[in-house]
């Protein structure tokens, strides 16, 4: 089985190629250097000489809220191009299977319950990432479309929730919560500060998981390709909030420091809680605990910044 993995650069790609089953399989790996996803001339003849089976697509524009606030345009347009490139030219050159990474911040922003597949495009966006989501409904939509005109190619798309782990983004530029904890809280010990920032309440909640258990999904979807859903959530079923996260950050780096909260920042969605029932009815459950995820963030953190 010769499998394209886009993004195998990134941190869901790199934990892909990190998982034991991966040996198992034949890996195409080129980062943007060698296949740019924005040119559809180039990945048509990527395509139409490599010759996959399958492909997984986990490349992207990928940042946190204040990247996703300031380039909405790019992360649309990019995300966009991206998505209609690799599906058109995957569909063309007659790959047989197509897993298709999206994220849960394409479900509608006020939905307090657990957001069971359904729910995607029956309400408003949540703003701050307005123009990724739409991307990533676009790409879902358009492999949906495929798979109702053709037998020839199944699309399936993965709907992870918030992620973290090793081969994260730490920037202050472009990282996402948990890596930026890990990041600030380090810099605390270091310097000795008195307490370290909140952005808003910390009230609202998140479910992160570790990308590992992201990608032993992807591994189990490969096994078990026909039982998956067209749309599946990955996640954890359970969540936990902003402050909790601060609380088990600082437990595993020993900070002792206060917290104060900056109620003029953004905070995004109250909850945003991915429903499990179709992972639990295939009997598939991510395996790793909040602690054990953080500490080897943490690790992979310390060992990079070095
Ligand atoms: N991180 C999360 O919390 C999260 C949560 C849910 C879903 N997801 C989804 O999972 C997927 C992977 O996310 P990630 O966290 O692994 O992102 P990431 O670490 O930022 O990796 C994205 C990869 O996309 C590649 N890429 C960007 N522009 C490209 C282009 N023009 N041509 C080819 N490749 C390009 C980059 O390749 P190079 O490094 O080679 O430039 C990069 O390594 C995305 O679809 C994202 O939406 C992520």
Redesign the pocket.
């Known amino acids: 089985m010769k499998i394209l993995l ?2 195998s ?5 790199k934990n892909i190629l990190e998982h034991a089953d991966a040996s198992k399989y034949d890996f195409l790996t080129p ?3 060698d ?4 040119n559809a001339k180039e990945v048509e003849t990527y395509l139409e000489k490599n010759k996959p089976d399958v492909v997984i697509h ?5 940042g946190g809220i204040q990247a996703n606030m300031k380039e909405p345009v790019r992360f649309l347009v ?1 995300n966009s191009d ?1 998505g209609r490139n690799i599906v058109l030219a995957a569909k063309s050159s007659g790959v047989k299977y197509f897993l298709n ?4 911040c394409m479900y509608p922003k006020d939905h307090d319950g657990l957001l069971e597949e359904e729910l995607i495009l029956t309400g408003p966006l949540e703003p701050t990432n307005e123009g990724y989501a739409l991307a ?1 409904i676009m790409t879902m939509r358009l492999g949906q479309y495929i798979n109702k005109e053709t037998q020839q190619m199944t699309f399936k798309t993965l709907v ?5 782990g090793r ?1 994260d ?1 730490f920037s202050e530029k472009n990282s ?1 919560m948990i890596p930026a904890v890990i990041r600030k809280m380090d810099n605390a010990i270091r310097d000795n500060s008195e307490s370290v920032e909140v952005w808003g309440s910390g009230n609202a909640r998140r479910e992160f998981m570790d990308a590992a258990d992201l990608a032993d999904f992807v591994f189990f979807a490969l096994k078990n390709w026909e039982k998956i859903p067209e749309i599946i959530n990955v996640g954890l079923g359970h969540d936990h909030s902003i402050n909790d996260y601060y609380q088990a950050v600082a437990k595993i780096l020993g900070y002792k420091g206060k917290f104060h909260h900056d109620l003029t920042k953004p905070e995004g969605m109250k909850r945003k809680l991915v429903s499990t029932k179709k992972t639990d009815d295939l009997g598939w459950k991510s395996k790793t605990s909040l602690e054990a995820g953080i500490k080897k963030a943490y690790e992979f953190y310390k060992k990079e910044s070095v």
Do not use: I
């Open positions: 886009t993004g650069n990134g941190m869901v790609g980062g943007s250097r296949l740019n996803l924005l986990c490349a992207g524009l990928v990019e991206m990474m999206a994220s849960s990533k992870p929730c918030n992620l973290y081969w983004k996402h």
